[in-house]
């Protein structure tokens, strides 16, 4: 059994930063890959960002390539989404999700608001 528990979210102005933290019940090396995702309001699911654990080879939506950075810690067997220059449009639950091989694991959302 794996558990993902997110923290870091809250309300915060247009261009103003925000890191969550994803905290694994498992050493994070076990995963092929640990990301993050998120979804608005009224809107599907979609990725962020994700990282692959063994190598630390990273990937990022377009929307938020140059102002996100996944990073992980295997000390601490935690993934983090550093978040700066925030526009309102990233407003979202952001989900953690970790995986391996057609195994999938999600956390329960930690909610982001980014509102003058």
């Known amino acids: 059994q794996v558990q993902l528990v997110e923290s870091g979210g809250g309300l915060v102005q247009p261009g103003g930063s925000l890191r969550l933290s994803c905290a694994a019940s498992?050493?994070?090396?076990?995963?092929?890959?640990m990301g993050w995702y998120r979804q608005a309001p009224g809107k599907q699911r979609e990725l962020v960002a994700t990282?692959?654990?063994?190598?630390?080879?990273?990937n990022y939506a377009g929307g938020v390539e140059g102002r996100f950075t996944i990073s992980r810690d295997g000390a601490q067997n935690t993934v983090a989404l550093q978040m700066n220059t925030l526009k309102p449009e990233d407003t979202a639950i952001y989900y953690c999700?970790?995986?391996?091989?057609?195994?999938?694991?999600w956390g329960p959302g930690t909610q982001v608001t980014v509102a003058s």
């Open positions: 498992r050493n994070i090396f076990d995963f092929n890959t």
């Open positions: 990282i692959n654990v063994p190598g630390g080879v990273t």
């Open positions: 999700n970790a995986r391996i091989l057609r195994k999938e694991w």
